[in-house]
């Protein structure tokens, strides 16, 4: 009985971690060393609090608004969840066009095309697909390709902790040392517009709330907790390793940028992350 829970657990967990890393992890570490420069650990910690702090309401509402919406709920309760919907659809649509604009330009950035001309017209053929593949085989077949991207986007993460861990040592044991670099010039405003923006990077805790159909209630509230608990953890560790690298972008952060910080720790890290993008 507990190994099929286990099992469950971990399936109803591929979802939202599949949705919080989607694109995120290629272009957290420029967007955050180009807003706060050495202080993007602690400005995703923060972020990364707040967003835990937005999923217990997720989490409270799969234990409870659930309840309510299925026993003969009043027009207002209708209305709000209509309109909460919505909205989610909304910061949806916004999510995966990002999402794949920079797959996009990670992609095309590689054989150096990334104009914008190209990057519309891939991520058109992309969303072409993803469609395409909905419609004529169901969400079944998407629901493998998610599982099996998560699986490789975590290797690749891996890989690139374990090459910028590996050159942070070298270049702390070196007589130069780790050296400092600098964020670009912002206003306040526009400092914190930009790291309150990167909540979309963590964004996808809220999916389990929509699996109410495979999954039971208690699954699911631990399923959101667990996806943003090991979410927060690779996030911090990404994070804090490539920041002895970033001074070698002298002060392009760029949404391919990561592409250059794997290829200064190690040229074998490029392809694999190019893969993973795609």
């Given at each position: 009985m507990n190994t099929q829970k286990s099992t469950s657990l971990v399936q109803a967990t591929i979802t939202p971690l599949s949705?919080?890393?989607?694109?995120?992890?290629?272009?957290?570490?420029?967007?955050?060393?180009?807003?706060?420069?050495?202080?993007?650990?602690?400005?995703?910690?923060?972020?990364?609090?707040?967003?835990?702090?937005?999923?217990?309401?997720?989490?409270?509402?799969?234990?409870?608004?659930?309840?309510?919406?299925?026993?003969?709920?009043?027009?207002?309760?209708?209305?709000?969840?209509?309109?909460?919907?919505?909205?989610?659809?909304?910061?949806?649509?916004?999510?995966?066009?990002?999402?794949?604009?920079?797959?996009?330009?990670?992609?095309?950035?590689?054989?150096?095309?990334?104009?914008?001309?190209?990057?519309?017209?891939?991520?058109?053929?992309?969303?072409?697909?993803?469609?395409l593949i909905g419609l004529t085989k169901g969400l079944d077949d998407l629901a493998v390709l998610e599982k099996w991207g998560l699986y490789i986007t975590l290797l690749i993460i891996v890989l690139l902790v374990g090459g910028f861990t590996w050159y942070g040592f070298n270049a702390w044991q070196s007589t130069v040392g780790i050296t400092p670099f600098k964020a670009t010039a912002h206003s306040p405003w526009e400092i914190l517009t930009i790291v309150a923006g990167t909540l979309i990077v963590v964004q996808g805790f809220e999916t389990p709330r929509y699996l109410g159909d495979d999954f039971d209630s208690a699954t699911r509230v631990k399923a959101s907790r667990w996806s943003q608990i090991i979410s927060t953890t690779v996030y911090l560790v990404f994070i804090a390793v490539a920041m002895p690298l970033v001074h070698t972008l002298n002060g392009q952060y760029d949404d391919n940028s990561l592409i250059k910080l794997a290829g200064v720790a190690s040229v074998l890290l490029v392809t694999p992350l190019v893969i993973a993008a795609a």
């Open positions: 949705s919080i890393f989607g694109s995120g992890f290629l272009v957290i570490v420029p967007i955050l060393a180009g807003a706060v420069g050495e202080f993007s650990v602690a400005a995703m910690a923060v972020v990364c609090a707040i967003a835990y702090a937005v999923g217990s309401v997720i989490r409270y509402n799969i234990t409870n608004a659930e309840p309510a919406l299925a026993s003969k709920p009043g027009e207002a309760l209708i209305g709000f969840e209509r309109a909460s919907d919505f909205a989610l659809i909304l910061a949806y649509v916004i999510s995966v066009c990002l999402y794949l604009h920079i797959l996009s330009s990670f992609v095309l950035g590689s054989f150096h095309l990334d104009t914008e001309l190209y990057e519309n017209i891939l991520t058109t053929v992309v969303i072409s697909v993803i469609m």
